[in-house]
């Protein structure tokens, strides 16, 4: 398709040799080679230890899913990784090992979970140490154990949805890698600029998942003109309650190349999360989300459920650094999901939930993204870009 034909093409389809300026984050790998097929770029979540409940370790799960991925599709598609910077984490953590990070948890805290658990009747999961697999993904081992497994399938595009250290992304660069960085606020963008980014992702406080405070209609352009003055060449992409095809065109109206999009996604009848957490995401309203630390020990956005209720109790402990915070929650989050105790599984979303009705798929979505972005630029005559 031409740019006069298509005039939602932009430098970030010419960058990928894409059709549509839309990029989907999701924890799905059908999910990716899905979006790939309609013409978007899919990106693969490894943030919250994905297949670690499941017996895989981080880099076994990933080499699988980019199989499955190279098997349905010849389309670019990126990984995203959550990559903390240090001085967020306790001293000394990376050095450490699964007992040492152990015994930084307070009594009071694992007695409170333990409370959760037995209230809810939640039992543990056997045959697993999902704690030390947690602890791993964080380690400088998985870490390099995934890269080395993107390196070896020649993934075109990383996504660091916390950090972006310089060192690895040279590194990439030298695999042949595009690199994405997101960012919460206007100050990040020197700092990821000069690491070497390729792609900068404004998100706003509206995403689900871990995000910021600033919202998405101040932060995008803000970040353009920042971006546009230091490397004017450099894609933005605008993320944080983008749901439809209004909001992708709202975003190339404030200057962004495209959309960072999420929470949709997971309503994709493609995509494995479980019907009763689809419906969870279905019957909530903006007002349901909540941003808090209780899932990772970073920020986060999610549906409000009896997990979420238990931590803003009168009394309930504070929330711990990341990754201890997921060595106390996702054990028990995970055995919940195994249980189907699905008020205790935290479901992240962004405050445009309440704008989808119905589970649709991905070329559905797709369809009414383009088709609806397109009618607003009719509209508005917008349709020369």
Not at 4 to 22: A, Q
Request: some cysteine.
């Amino acid at each position: 398709m031409t740019n006069k034909r298509n005039p939602l093409h932009t430098r970030f389809c010419e960058m990928f040799d894409i059709e549509y300026p839309i990029a989907a984050f999701t924890h799905s790998a059908d999910t990716v080679y899905e979006v790939c097929n309609a013409g978007g770029l899919g990106v693969l979540g490894m943030g919250m230890g994905v297949g670690s409940f499941r017996g895989k370790t981080a880099a076994e799960h990933l080499e699988e899913s980019i199989k499955l991925i190279r098997s349905k599709t010849s389309q670019p598609f990126g990984v995203d990784m959550l990559l903390p910077d240090s001085k967020t984490m306790p001293k000394g953590i990376g050095k450490m090992s699964v007992d040492d990070a152990r015994n930084l948890i307070p009594e009071e805290i694992t007695q409170f979970v333990k409370q959760i658990r037995e209230d809810a009747g939640i039992p543990e999961i056997k045959g697993t140490d999902s704690a030390q697999s947690l602890f791993g993904m964080m380690s400088g081992k998985s870490i390099n154990d995934v890269l080395e497994v993107m390196f070896e399938y020649k993934v075109p595009v990383f996504a660091a949805a916390l950090g972006t250290p310089p060192t690895m992304v040279e590194k990439m660069h030298q695999n042949g890698m595009k690199v994405i960085s997101l960012v919460g606020r206007v100050k990040h963008v020197p700092r990821v600029i000069a690491a070497g980014t390729d792609i900068i992702v404004a998100q706003g406080y509206d995403a689900g998942g871990h995000t910021g405070e600033i919202g998405t209609l101040s932060l995008v352009p803000q970040v353009v003109d920042a971006v546009k003055a230091q490397a004017p060449d450099m894609p933005v992409l605008a993320a944080g309650g983008i749901m439809d095809g209004r909001g992708l065109a709202a975003a190339l109206a404030l200057g962004a190349d495209g959309v960072w999009t999420g929470t949709t996604w997971q309503l994709a009848l493609e995509h494995d999360l479980k019907l009763p957490l689809k419906q969870k995401i279905l019957n909530a309203s903006q007002d349901e989300t909540i941003r808090q630390k209780f899932l990772s020990g970073k920020t986060a956005r999610v549906i409000k459920d009896r997990w979420v209720d238990a931590w803003l109790q009168p009394g309930a402990p504070a929330p711990l650094p990341m990754p201890l915070q997921m060595m106390v929650s996702m054990p028990i989050t995970w055995a919940a999901e195994k249980a189907e105790k699905w008020d205790y599984t935290p479901t992240l979303s962004g405050q445009g939930v309440g704008l989808v009705k119905n589970l649709r798929s991905c070329r559905e979505i797709m369809t009414d993204y383009v088709n609806g972005a397109l009618e607003v630029m009719e509209k508005f005559q917008l349709n020369d870009r």
